[in-house]
């Protein structure tokens, strides 16, 4: 059926599209976006990847930035660190050095404080090397404070930024640490070293003043016998070995006193004895006179080699090892009887000390030459004969007259 338009005007139409309702006045518009493409959606903008590369470099550069600025700090404080640890170490190191030697030094005082006992030794001297001791122990006892081991990390490795500035923070406060104690320890090895020197010059005045007393001993008695004398020489010297209990006696004192003691009684017991043989006294004093200062003692008996006094004048040398060497004399008493009136008795005395004359270098060498080939007999009677006793009794009697070649070789060590 046909209807005209005007008579229908909602009538269907060939490709007319419905008109929209009409929309309520209080009705709001919504929008619905269109569905998205998943793979767009997969795929951030080329804004978005800028930033984050931005952000991640800033990132990258503070990080690096601090890894530079740690380092460099660290790197510029380890020299001072090292320094000022190096210094402390070469302080501490001298200090315990010293120390040692302070340790040792007492021990080596507080010995000889033991040792020193008799007449021989100075009460101030040895009340001075105790208070030395006492003072030096004292010392030791302040040992300075150590200010401990750092826990650093190591300047040539590889480290995170945090720990190079927790490094720099601690050498910030070690290096003015360590250089104090540097300070702190070169002081305290100072005063140990005035402590040692003190107790070595303390202890020198107590051995030097018992040496000067026991020389002053040797002075005092000039009349006991040599071999008196050399025990006090080589007591002595024995003070001046370390005056320890390893290194041998421990009286070394007391034996100087022993020692001198015994030469005082030698000294007046040939005091004694000279005043009672006046000529033997003379006869010795003879010998000592030509002897060119070797040492001997004379020792006087009716039988000396095996010759009596009652048919000879007779006698021997002998040579002592002790010290540098020294003679010991035996003389008969027919040479005492005969001394003032047989030049033949004063020639045997030449001819002994002439034996003992090879005690001196000078006359060692032309004793040991060729021309004597060590002949003790040879020699002493050649001597004699070369001081002027060329008598039967100078040893030409016994053994024969020497050469002249050899008297005149004798006499180049009168």
């Known amino acids: 059926m046909h209807h005209d338009a005007e008579a229908d005007p909602n ?4 490709d007319a599209v419905p008109a929209p309702e009409p929309t309520p006045p209080d009705a709001v518009p919504v929008a619905v976006p269109a569905a998205a493409d ?10 978005g990847v800028a930033a984050a590369a931005a952000i991640a470099a800033v990132i990258a550069a503070w990080a690096i930035g601090h890894q530079v600025v740690a380092t460099a700090v660290h790197a510029e404080l380890w020299p001072s660190w090292a320094a000022a640890d190096g210094a402390f170490d070469e302080a501490a190191t001298s200090y315990r050095e010293t120390a040692e030697r302070g340790e040792s030094a007492i021990r080596r005082g507080d010995a000889l404080v033991e040792m020193a006992v008799g007449d021989l030794v100075d009460p101030d001297d040895l009340a001075d090397l105790e ?10 006892d302040e040992r300075p404070a150590s200010p401990g081991i750092a826990d650093l990390g190591d300047p040539d490795g590889l480290a995170p930024a945090w720990e190079r500035y927790a490094d720099a923070v601690e050498l910030l406060e070690l290096i003015p640490s360590r250089e104090l104690a540097a300070e702190r320890y070169a002081l305290a090895r100072e005063r140990v070293a005035e402590s040692n020197l003190a107790i070595a010059d303390a202890s020198e005045a107590l051995v030097a003043g018992t040496e000067e007393l026991a020389l002053a001993a040797m002075e005092a008695n000039p009349s006991a016998t040599h071999r008196s004398r050399l025990a006090v020489e080589q007591a002595i010297d024995a003070l001046r070995q370390s005056p320890t209990v390893s290194s041998g006696s421990t009286g070394r004192f ?18 004694a004895r000279r005043g009672e043989h006046p000529v033997r006294a003379e006869i010795e004093d003879f010998a000592r006179s030509i002897s060119f200062d070797v ?4 020792v006087w008996a009716y039988e000396a080699g095996g010759f009596p006094s009652d048919a000879y004048y007779a006698g021997t040398a002998e040579f002592m090892p002790e010290g540098d060497g020294w003679g010991l004399i035996t003389l008969t008493y027919s040479i005492e009887d005969a001394f003032s009136w047989d030049e033949n008795a004063k020639a045997v005395v030449v001819h002994e000390v002439g034996h003992v004359q090879v005690l001196r270098e000078a006359c060692a060498t032309i004793f040991s030459d060729a021309g004597f080939d060590g002949d003790h007999e040879t020699w002493a009677t050649a001597w004699a004969i070369s001081m002027g006793y060329d008598l039967p009794g100078s040893g030409i009697e016994a ?12 006499g180049g060590c009168r």
């Open 11 to 14: 009538a269907a139409r060939p």
């Open 131 to 140: 208070a030395q001791l006492d003072a030096a122990r004292g010392v030791l």
């Open 254 to 271: 007391a034996d100087l006193s022993d020692a001198v003691a015994g030469m005082h009684a030698s000294h007046e017991a040939e005091l």
């Open 295 to 298: 040492p001997f003692d004379v």
């Open 38 to 47: 998943p793979a767009q959606a997969r795929r951030p903008g080329r804004a």
């Open 399 to 410: 053994y024969g007259r020497p050469t002249d070649a050899q008297i005149a070789a004798a």
